[in-house]
């Protein structure tokens, strides 16, 4: 089974214990238009889905086609929904919305903020993601994001990018290109790297488990840093995940300040 199966699994048993409503009380869909730092191009890759509830939402951006026919969901029960056809998208939104329920009373992990305008915030996010990174160490990031290149770059990591958005391939970015992820051997990259750095997003592309294993196998960390099903972030730490930042909407990109969590093993794996 699937990490994201089991979570839908394990969360639907253990809310079936609660009395949490969770009836759909919402669903919108739209499309992001947006530019990255020092470039001039506007980028359409990026799709979103927001599922709200009575007392929790789930979150998820991806890159297939809207389908507006979710709306018939609207009104209906998540378990039920389960049970139907839906996109890879929207199951990820439904496991975030459910681990917002469960996760809600967590007192151990306070959540911390980042403040500023939407390029400091970014920063502020990079930075807390590459904080036990040792320079000079080899990092693979899945998920192509300017402040993080630009921090790896000042803190002299050797760092290498992927992404799966064809108008950013090629992109130079403080020295660095970014490559085509579907046309990279992910399994020889995550071999010869001592990091990974990949986000959220690898649930909605169906590469999440691949990550996850051949990191496991080949004995690499590996650091989470989540917008799309932020709300699960804690319990990847049992799949394997070394640590995840997970931030909870609305993101760094929305003004006013941004909640996030950072939850990591003791200790991470030294080289």
Same mark, same amino acid.
Request: glycine share 6%; with cysteine.
């Given at each position: 089974?699937?990490?994201?199966?089991?979570?839908?699994?394990?969360?639907?048993?253990?809310?079936?214990?609660?009395?949490?409503?969770?009836?759909?009380?919402?669903?919108?869909?739209?499309?992001?238009?947006?530019?990255?730092?020092?470039?001039?191009?506007?980028?359409?890759?990026?799709?979103?889905?927001? !599922?709200? &509830?009575?007392? /929790?939402?789930?979150?998820?951006?991806?890159? =297939?086609? $809207?389908?507006?026919?979710? +709306?018939?969901? #609207?009104?209906?029960?998540?378990?039920?929904?389960?049970?139907?056809?839906?996109?890879?998208?929207?199951? !990820?939104? &439904?496991?975030? /919305?459910?681990?917002?329920?469960?996760?809600? =009373?967590? $007192?151990?992990?306070?959540? +911390?903020?980042? #403040?500023?305008?939407?390029?400091?915030?970014?920063?502020?996010?990079?930075?807390?993601?590459?904080?036990?990174?040792?320079?000079?160490?080899?990092?693979?990031?899945?998920?192509?994001?300017?402040? $993080?290149?630009?921090?790896?770059?000042?803190?002299?990591?050797?760092?290498?990018?992927?992404?799966?958005?064809?108008?950013?391939?090629?992109?130079?970015?403080?020295?660095?290109?970014?490559?085509?992820?579907?046309?990279?051997?992910?399994?020889?990259?995550?071999?010869?790297?001592?990091?990974?750095?990949?986000?959220?997003?690898?649930?909605?592309?169906?590469?999440?488990?691949?990550?996850?294993?051949?990191?496991?196998?080949?004995?690499?960390?590996?650091?989470?840093?989540?917008?799309?099903?932020?709300?699960?972030?804690q319990q990847l730490l049992d799949f394997g995940a070394s640590a995840v930042l997970a931030e909870y909407f609305p993101f760094y990109d929305f003004y006013g300040k941004t909640r996030y969590t950072l939850f990591q093993k003791s200790t991470l794996r030294t080289y």
């Amino acid at each position: 089974m699937s990490i994201l199966e089991t979570l839908l699994s394990k969360g639907t048993h253990s809310l079936a214990q609660k009395t949490e409503n969770l009836r759909i009380d919402n669903i919108i869909l739209g499309k992001s238009l947006y530019t990255i730092k020092n470039c001039d191009s506007v980028f359409t890759d990026m799709n979103f889905c927001l !599922v709200l &509830l009575e007392n /929790a939402y789930g979150f998820s951006y991806f890159q =297939e086609e $809207i389908d507006y026919g979710l +709306s018939k969901f #609207v009104n209906n029960e998540i378990p039920d929904i389960l049970k139907e056809d839906i996109p890879l998208y929207m199951r !990820v939104a &439904l496991a975030d /919305a459910m681990y917002c329920l469960l996760n809600e =009373e967590d $007192i151990e992990h306070v959540p +911390s903020f980042l #403040v500023g305008n939407l390029r400091e915030k970014a920063r502020q996010r990079a930075s807390k993601l590459m904080d036990q990174i040792p320079s000079g160490s080899s990092v693979l990031l899945i998920g192509a994001a300017t402040e $993080i290149i630009e921090e790896a770059a000042a803190r002299d990591i050797d760092l290498s990018v992927l992404d799966l958005e064809p108008q950013k391939i090629g992109l130079q970015i403080s020295s660095k290109t970014i490559e085509h992820g579907a046309g990279s051997d992910i399994t020889e990259r995550i071999k010869s790297a001592q990091y990974i750095i990949a986000t959220g997003m690898i649930f909605v592309s169906n590469t999440a488990d691949v990550v996850f294993s051949l990191a496991i196998e080949n004995e690499v960390n590996l650091i989470m840093y989540m917008e799309t099903g932020s709300n699960f972030g804690q319990q990847l730490l049992d799949f394997g995940a070394s640590a995840v930042l997970a931030e909870y909407f609305p993101f760094y990109d929305f003004y006013g300040k941004t909640r996030y969590t950072l939850f990591q093993k003791s200790t991470l794996r030294t080289y």
